[in-house]
């Protein structure tokens, strides 16, 4: 009965030529959201995969599961020597990012062209 | 449908995750007849989610018989969100969660939604039932705080 | 907080103007968990916005020591509305409003509310209370209709 | 406790060269727009008001009681041989105000523009 979380894979190349793997993620992040989150990282291929932009603009439900999600993905990340940021998240939800520290973990952006202009 | 407090508004849900979002566009109804800025509606959106959740999963343990009570009471210039399950209440208050111990996994990836609720409102009080059951989360969000 | 039927959410509101939209929020999103289209959300949310008006002023006559009950029940691909309030209920069914003899001074302005609710929903039904009390109307509206 | 509703005025001309009276409303239509809806309109000078374009844009919730004071305005409108559009509704009041049958005594537009080409 929860909205489905969707989550697309897009392969995008940084103004400095750098290769960056785009998750676009629509609907909610929340319990239910596992395959989505952590399902779709996993899928990665982690040799050719080095900087992870995560895409939340579409998404306009975040709870503390979703963030635990979030969390799970940055610890497999950083065993995997990957650098993970972030855009399109509301204020609001910038905000709670920040409370809970993962902006240490996973830069934020405000924007697609300002993420990609910096990686 | 008598003998209410003229300024409460009650909603009773299912002890079902995903409800928690029928609470919350509940409570930012009430916020916005009270005038609240958009802003601070967004954190008693999370607030409220956060609360239901742990009302729902550790209060009601997802028993579908159950149900959440959430109470929404405007006193003066504070609105006043009580969420009440049918659990025993908290053991003790959670220590605020470490992103550091999280990564380098010493500690659970789990833990903030207690944690959120305390940062995001002005007050946060849990109340173990006197019974064992009907235990709450008292929440108090106030219009126009100075400092943010 | 027991024995609530696990899909049912339940608002109590108080007799007030302007509550209405607190109702609406609600079964907005109980219908957006159901997964109906906005379309059908927005139909919705005016039915119940009229009702609720209704009961706070017809039925419970603006009397803030009153509540008005939101009763809000999926079953299967349909959600069932009951707003309740402590009047006698409905004397007769009004007529269709008429536009020509309301310009023409001929009919009041308003009596607009149970004809919009009757064309927003698929099932519109008025109750009238035993006792003279707990009057209420209750309102259907389906999943997927195909003629629309 | 509900929602103030704002009104404000604006005096255009068409392209046909027709001075048009626009009445902007912000907030609900409701009970609680009386003043706004039909103490504006009364403010409004008859011998050189002909055309009253309503701008609905900013308003998120009307109910019956506010339709009934837009009839209302109708009614004195109609009266003083004025002729009354309006724009900026959405889809589903677009839908509530035809139900009702206001269509057929305020014509409605998409937007401002395609309302003042028409008039
Ligand atoms: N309503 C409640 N009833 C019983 N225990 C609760 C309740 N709310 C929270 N708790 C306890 O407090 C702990 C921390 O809650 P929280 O910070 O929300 O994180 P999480 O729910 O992710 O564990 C929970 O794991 C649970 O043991
Ligand atoms: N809940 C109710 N209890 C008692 N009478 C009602 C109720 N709802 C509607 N009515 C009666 O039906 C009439 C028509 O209602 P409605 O079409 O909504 O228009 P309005 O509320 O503008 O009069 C009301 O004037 C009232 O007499």
Chains 1, 4 share one sequence.
């Not at chain 2, 009302?55 to 018989?65: D, P, Q, V, Y």
Request: charged share 25%.
């Amino acid at each position: 009965m929860q909205t489905e979380t969707k989550a697309r894979v897009d392969r995008l190349t940084s103004p400095a030529g750098h290769s960056v793997t785009v998750l676009r993620f629509e609907g909610d992040i929340a319990s239910t959201s596992k395959d989505a989150v952590l399902g779709t990282y996993q899928t990665l291929p982690k040799e050719t995969t080095k900087l992870v932009l995560l895409d939340f603009t579409k998404v306009d439900y975040i709870n503390s599961s979703g963030i635990a999600l979030v969390i799970q993905m940055l610890i497999e990340a950083s065993n995997a020597s990957q650098k993970v940021y972030a855009f399109g998240l509301s204020p609001h939800f910038t905000k709670v990012f920040t409370m809970v520290g993962i902006t240490k973990y996973a830069g934020l952006f405000s924007g697609q062209t300002e993420a990609l202009a910096a990686l | 449908m008598t003998n209410t407090k003229s300024t409460s508004v009650e909603v009773r849900l299912p002890s079902r995750l995903g409800y928690e979002k029928v609470a919350m566009s509940t409570a930012a109804a009430v916020a916005k007849l009270m005038g609240f800025r958009e802003e601070r509606i967004e954190d008693l959106k999370t607030a409220v989610a956060e609360a239901c959740i742990n009302a729902i999963e550790h209060g009601n343990r997802l028993n579908e018989g159950l149900s959440v009570g959430v109470v929404l009471s405007s006193v003066d210039d504070a609105l006043e969100v009580k969420v009440i399950d049918d659990g025993k209440g908290l053991k003790t208050i959670p220590p605020k969660p470490d992103i550091d111990r999280k990564i380098h996994g010493e500690e659970d990836p789990r833990g903030m939604g207690m944690f959120l609720i305390q940062a995001l409102v002005d007050e946060a009080e849990w109340v173990k039932g006197g019974n064992g059951k009907s235990s709450y989360v008292r929440l108090v969000i106030r219009l126009d705080k100075e400092a943010e």
